[in-house]
């Protein structure tokens, strides 16, 4: 009688979820792989021996990847970033200012909407007005992790054009733009040059 055996690594999955993958190039479901090396009889896994090493897969693709790789931002959550870290940035400097400015919510909309707020409107700038401005800090430090310096610079820009339609920026809003800029990872220097640029710019130029 002849007796087949040998030494064979059978994966099992440790976990699922969304990665970014890279060969797909956007967001794919994986599996967390981990491998252990079994003796086999009759090419039967029989006895686990040692393990050797993990693994992330894309499902769709099925390209493997160290775990590392798991670090790193779904598209999705690069998008939420930016959604959340806009609607931060404009209730604050609306809380700081009149919030009452019907030009200046129609503002804080338009910048919303635009960054990916789908349907954002007055309703739901409403609702987020009712939130205190502090609570809102971690959404634009997660937003201004993943600009570029020139991003931030035009994102606060932004800012001071909505907190200067309903007049001269007033010492609160300057304190709430500075705030801003430094979640956004900003130096102070830089965001006083920032503020004096945009705040010296004529009035035509707001909108830009």
């Given at each position: 009688?002849?007796?087949?055996?040998g030494?064979?690594?059978?994966?099992?999955?440790?976990?699922?979820?969304?990665?970014?993958?890279?060969?797909?190039?956007?967001?794919?479901?994986y599996?967390?792989?981990?491998?252990?090396?079994?003796?086999?009889?009759?090419?039967?896994?029989?006895?686990?021996?040692?393990?050797?090493?993990?693994?992330?897969m894309?499902?769709?693709?099925?390209?493997?990847?160290?775990?590392?790789?798991?670090?790193?931002?779904t598209?999705?959550?690069?998008?939420?970033?930016?959604?959340?870290?806009?609607?931060?940035?404009?209730?604050?400097?609306?809380?700081?200012?009149?919030?009452?400015?019907?030009?200046?919510?129609?503002?804080?909309?338009?910048?919303?909407?635009?960054?990916?707020?789908?349907?954002?409107?007055?309703?739901?700038?409403?609702?987020?007005?009712?939130?205190?401005?502090?609570?809102?800090?971690?959404?634009?430090?997660?937003?201004?992790?993943?600009?570029?310096?020139?991003?931030k610079?035009?994102?606060?820009?932004?800012?001071?054009?909505?907190?200067?339609?309903?007049?001269?920026?007033?010492?609160?809003?300057?304190?709430?733009?500075?705030?801003?800029?430094?979640?956004?990872g900003?130096?102070?220097?830089?965001a006083?040059?920032?503020?004096?640029?945009?705040?010296?710019?004529?009035?035509?130029?707001?909108?830009?």
């Open positions: 009688m002849i007796i087949i055996w030494l064979r690594v059978v994966w099992s999955t440790i976990a699922t979820g969304v990665f970014y993958c890279r060969k797909c190039g956007g967001d794919r479901n599996r967390h792989r981990s491998g252990r090396r079994f003796f086999t009889l009759f090419w039967i896994p029989i006895i686990p021996m040692n393990k050797v090493g993990e693994h992330v894309c499902e769709t693709c099925k390209t493997r990847y160290v775990t590392e790789v798991l670090q790193q931002r598209v999705a959550a690069m998008q939420a970033a930016v959604t959340n870290g806009t609607r931060a940035m404009v209730v604050v400097m609306l809380q700081s200012g009149d919030a009452t400015s019907a030009a200046a919510r129609a503002k804080a909309v338009q910048i919303a909407a635009g960054q990916g707020a789908a349907g954002y409107n007055d309703a739901a700038l409403a609702q987020d007005l009712a939130t205190p401005g502090a609570s809102w800090l971690p959404a634009i430090k997660a937003f201004g992790e993943q600009l570029q310096p020139d991003a610079e035009w994102h606060l820009a932004e800012m001071v054009r909505l907190a200067r339609i309903d007049g001269p920026l007033t010492e609160t809003e300057r304190a709430s733009l500075a705030g801003i800029a430094a979640d956004l900003m130096t102070p220097a830089q006083l040059g920032v503020i004096t640029l945009t705040e010296q710019a004529p009035s035509g130029d707001q909108g830009a």
